[in-house]
């Protein structure tokens, strides 16, 4: 039997909220397949240097963000599903489900915020490692690979050395940096660290918001669907 009064507005409330859901699942996925393939990232993130592959931890927060995209949307078709069938095996399964999500993007944002720095650091490194074999005045055999892995970094970020650059980098950028006049390598926001800092803190920022916009959510309906599951349960006619 239909519920009534109070427990049919929560119904669809319910139901509404896990529209919501289903669509915040659907942006979730397109901002993370936008992360995954963004210009900036993906030209950084392939690049290859003595025998070294550039740091791959961002991409471990991206594809647990799919993941959890994917998962939102399934999730969500069947808290809709269950909400107006009012099916109590529907609706505990949901709820189930909702419980797993929540608790490992509680463990995802502690991840991410244990690790906020890690990324930019591990990218600040392999550039570094870069920067001085380039600098390598004996003529090493990685120099060229060195440079044109600079290059990469300066095109993408539109940056230009550590911001503590030394003489012979100087020397050097009028073929390092072109489009870089001499007075931009005095300023600290043209180094590349404050650039690959400043794009990770972006792209974080975004992953945070979306989750904690999704845990909002989740906690509305974790009461909504206790609530109606206890109002079908105490329904005429359901014993």
């Given amino acids: 039997m239909a519920v009534t009064g109070c427990t049919k507005c929560i119904k669809y409330m319910l139901f509404f909220f896990n529209f919501i859901f289903w669509l915040a699942g659907g942006v979730i996925l397109g901002v993370a397949l936008w992360l995954r393939h963004d210009s900036q990232t993906s030209n950084l993130l392939i690049l290859q240097f003595d025998d070294q ?41 949901f709820f189930f489900f909702l419980v797993i ?11 991410g915020f244990m690790n906020r ?27 060229d690979s060195a440079i044109k892995v600079l290059d990469v970094f ?8 550590k911001g503590d650059d030394t003489a012979l980098f100087l020397q050097l950028a009028t073929t390092l940096c072109p489009t870089k006049s001499p007075e931009d390598f005095q300023l600290s926001s043209q180094s590349c660290h404050y650039k690959l800092v400043e794009l990770f803190s ?7 918001l979306a989750a904690l ?9 974790m009461i909504f669907t206790m609530v109606l599951c206890c109002g079908i349960r105490n329904s005429p006619g359901v014993y």
């Fill in 213 to 221: 916009v999704v845990a909002v959510i989740m906690i509305f309906e």
């Fill in 154 to 161: 300066h095109k993408t970020l539109d940056c230009c050395g």
């Fill in 117 to 143: 720095d890690t990324i930019s650091k591990e990218l600040i490194n392999f550039y570094d490692s870069a920067y001085i074999k380039a600098m390598d005045v004996s003529g090493s055999a990685s120099k």
């Fill in 202 to 208: 972006e792209k974080l920022y975004v992953i945070g």
């Fill in 101 to 111: 999500l929540f608790a490992c993007e509680v463990a995802a944002a502690i991840w």
């Fill in 53 to 93: 592959q550039a740091p791959g931890t961002f991409y471990i927060s991206v594809y647990i963000l799919i993941a959890v995209g994917a998962v939102m949307m399934l999730v969500g078709f069947l808290g809709c599903y269950g909400a107006i069938q009012e099916s109590q095996c529907l609706l505990g399964t």
